[in-house]
């Protein structure tokens, strides 16, 4: 008589069942119960008081189009930067580490970072004023010059979140096989052409999972914006703050986590249906 064994595999997983569980759905679920209901019964007081709170259309708009305007340069960026280290022989290394830098970066820091940079007294006022280009300091993130502020931020959210879609990027690029670019070589095909017709397809997956995962945190942004432009610039995060802490509301706070929560998955959707990932075409 065969022996059984088919629990085995349940039971190796287990912990990590259990651990998600504890740690995510649980206080999934919490937060979602807490932002539709209101002392224990279900209610949409919450998401009310969230879409008329003053704030709440700048948030969503200076979201969204710091992640429009953030992740497609971050994409082009990386895909430049990948293809130029898998051209490189010696030193290689050398160059990822330092491109990479940023990643050991915490969001605040590099928001301070460019700070330095940016503000009244910063670098770059001194740098425009040594050479007689402005006559006196300029304010580049007060309320009163928005569109500055906004490039500000978008570049600094640039330079800090560049790396991992590079890291993502590199890891796609290195599973292409070098036989199909030279073939294509071969053949009388030109760079842009090998990059359209053979690079891109092949990294598909990499370039899917990377859009995944910087437009999440895109929408997670904070840190950076609030060193930056402190509540000169809303964004979603930044509101949620502000009513748990400030306000002392986790209601409303909660209702703007399951917004953010619902618009992630939505873009995870979006770039799940738009970029097709066929495992049989994979090198």
């Known amino acids: 008589m065969p022996n059984n064994r088919t629990w085995i595999p349940y039971l190796l997983i287990l912990p990590s069942v259990a651990f998600l569980a504890l740690l995510f759905v649980v206080p999934l679920v919490q937060t979602i119960w807490l932002a539709v209901s209101d ?54 290394e050398t160059i990822l580490w330092i491109w990479t830098i940023p990643l050991g970066i915490s969001d605040l820091a590099a928001g ?13 006022n001194s740098f425009l004023y040594g050479l007689g280009i402005i006559e006196r300091q300029a304010s580049w993130l007060s309320y009163q010059t928005p569109f500055p502020l906004f490039l500000g931020i978008a570049a600094a959210e640039i330079w800090r979140g560049t790396a991992i879609v590079m890291v993502v990027i590199v890891a796609g690029l290195n599973q292409v096989p070098k036989e199909y670019r030279e073939a294509a070589e071969i053949f009388g095909a030109g760079p842009w052409t090998r990059f359209f017709r053979i690079t891109l397809p092949l990294i598909r997956p990499a370039l899917q999972s990377a859009l995944i995962l910087r437009t999440v945190l895109a929408f997670e942004v904070f840190a950076v914006v609030y060193a930056l432009g402190g509540r000169n610039f809303p964004v979603l995060v930044g509101e949620a703050y502000n009513w748990q ?15 953010i929560m619902l618009v992630s998955l939505a873009a995870t959707m979006f770039y799940l249906k738009a970029i097709k990932v066929d495992p049989e075409r994979l090198p």
């Open 112 to 124: 301070l970072v460019w700070l330095s940079i940016l503000q009244n007294s910063g670098y770059l």
């Open 39 to 92: 002392n224990g019964t279900p209610s949409l007081t919450n998401v009310q008081r969230m879409v008329g709170d003053l704030n709440f259309t700048r948030s969503v708009q200076n979201t969204f189009l710091l992640t429009l305007a953030v992740v497609p340069v971050q994409i082009v960026i990386a895909l430049a930067m990948g293809t130029m280290v898998a051209k490189v022989a010696a030193g290689r």
């Open 245 to 259: 802490n400030q306000n002392q509301n986790y209601g409303v706070a909660a209702a703007y986590a399951v917004l």
